[in-house]
């Protein structure tokens, strides 16, 4: 099988080079007519050019995909933190809003395995959870044998899943 072969070959319709096949010929193909239209920025890589012969020229491609690859590793890390929040905020809004161990097990009983400091993080900017906390906190409407205030009533609701 050979892997790492360029764009034209996942357009053959053989889907072999040499009579051997290509890895996931299928896939290269599904690929080369996606972006057949689109501008496509491919970096120059010397896989194979031992240090002895290499040049300036060489050496400053090394430089530059080194810096590529630290670029792109700072990419991959920001969009997986997103992902992250992103499915703690839906465990945390589908549990119904629970606390940050309640929200962990609702999600991991789901087969979702989350981080705690992103469901920390999201409970932390949750408006809803903010106003469920805050009700909570408020003086019970009979409270002592009396109203809070008189001929007064006052009644928060909020809907939770119960544990």
């Known amino acids: 099988m050979l892997c790492g072969v360029g764009w034209k070959v996942g357009k053959r319709p053989t889907g072999s080079v040499g009579g051997k096949p290509i890895w996931a010929a299928d896939e290269w193909k599904d690929i080369a007519t996606r972006v057949e239209k689109l501008a496509v920025k491919v970096r120059h890589v010397d896989a194979h050019v031992p240090k002895n012969w290499a040049n300036e020229e060489h050496r400053n491609n090394k430089q530059v995909d080194q810096d590529a690859k630290i670029e792109a590793s700072k990419i991959d890390l920001d969009w997986q933190h997103k992902g992250e ?29 989350l981080i705690m400091d992103s469901i920390s993080q999201v409970i932390h900017d949750c408006e809803t959870s903010a106003a469920i906390k805050q009700a909570k906190r408020v003086k019970p409407l009979w409270y002592g044998g009396q109203w809070s205030k008189y001929e007064e009533a006052w009644q928060i609701d909020y809907i939770t899943v119960l544990v």
């Open 85 to 113: 929040l992103f499915l703690a905020r839906w465990a945390h809004d589908a549990s119904g809003h629970q606390s940050r161990d309640a929200t962990y097990k609702w999600a991991r009983d789901r087969g979702v395995d």
